[in-house]
């Protein structure tokens, strides 16, 4: 599942890896559907997603967990698997979370994710932040679980406008551990990960936002949600122009 918001550029390069791990796919890529949950937007996503033969749901509340939520309600199989509309997945991906979820011990998990570009500021903040991962076994890249343990946590929650990930596998291993499963983190299948926020926000910005965001969300709450409508609802990519072709499609 993949949500979506003024993606045109960045889509086709996911989903031509999407496909490529669909046709990788021990099960046959039949059994791998491709949702894409739009979130209005302005450009030629929708087409996109619709050429490449996706599965398109469109979701107007403005909120990433809603968005996520919206696309895994329209899904029918057994496991489901996230991912954002910038990063690519790696070609084995689908046989290493079905292997992990047929295993029995594995609650949910994700493949980790590797950069598209290094620099100093993005290899201090990825090595300030591994460590935590390690203990947490939480992290990023393509997130999966079982539909029905999805479904049993309430699925991404609503309220937050952010952090909507960490808590959705915070819910899913309490859930775990009154089984004996526990997170995972696959091995050897990461996803590539974009760099547009370094890109646009500065090398150092994820470091001086967290020391600058974590008091404010200690002590004043309804300054984070501004901070966040600007940095992850803001208009950080500008809608296209519809093109001739989609201009036509439309009519």
């Known amino acids: 599942m993949i949500p979506a918001y003024n993606e045109a550029r960045l ?15 021990r099960l046959g890529e039949s059994a791998v559907e491709v949702v894409v949950a739009d979130n209005g937007s302005t450009d030629d996503t929708i087409l996109v997603a619709e050429r490449a033969g996706c599965r398109v749901v469109r979701v107007a509340e403005r909120r990433i967990a809603s ?30 979370v ?3 979820i047929d295993g029995g011990r594995v609650v949910a998990g994700a493949t980790g994710v590797r950069v598209e570009r290094w620099s100093a500021g993005i290899a201090v903040t990825y090595a300030l932040f591994m ?25 991404y929650d609503e309220r937050r406008l ?33 760099t547009r926020k370094f890109d646009s926000h500065g090398e150092w910005h994820y470091l001086t936002q967290l020391v600058r965001l974590v008091p404010v969300m200690l002590f004043r709450p309804a300054a984070s949600h501004e901070f966040a409508q600007r940095y992850w609802y803001g208009e950080q990519r500008p809608p296209e122009k519809p093109s001739l072709e989609r201009s036509n499609v439309a009519r």
Not at 15 to 20: E, K, P, Q
Not at 67 to 96: K, W, Y
Not at 180 to 190: A, D, S, Y
């Open 98 to 100: 079905v292997r992990a």
């Open 11 to 25: 889509l086709p390069r996911l989903l031509a890896t999407v496909a490529a791990a669909r046709a990788a796919c």
């Open 67 to 96: 968005v996520r939520n919206g696309g895994a309600r329209s899904v029918s199989g057994e496991i489901l698997c996230f991912v954002d509309a910038d990063m690519q997945v790696h070609p084995e991906t689908f046989n290493a």
């Open 162 to 194: 952010f952090g909507e990930d960490v808590q959705l596998l915070v819910d899913l291993r309490r859930l775990g551990r009154s089984r004996g499963q526990h997170l995972t983190r696959l091995r050897g299948v990461k996803a590539m990960a974009s």
């Open 131 to 155: 460590p935590l991962v390690w203990a947490l076994r939480m992290d990023t890249g393509v997130v999966f679980c079982r539909r029905a343990d999805f479904e049993a946590v309430g699925g």
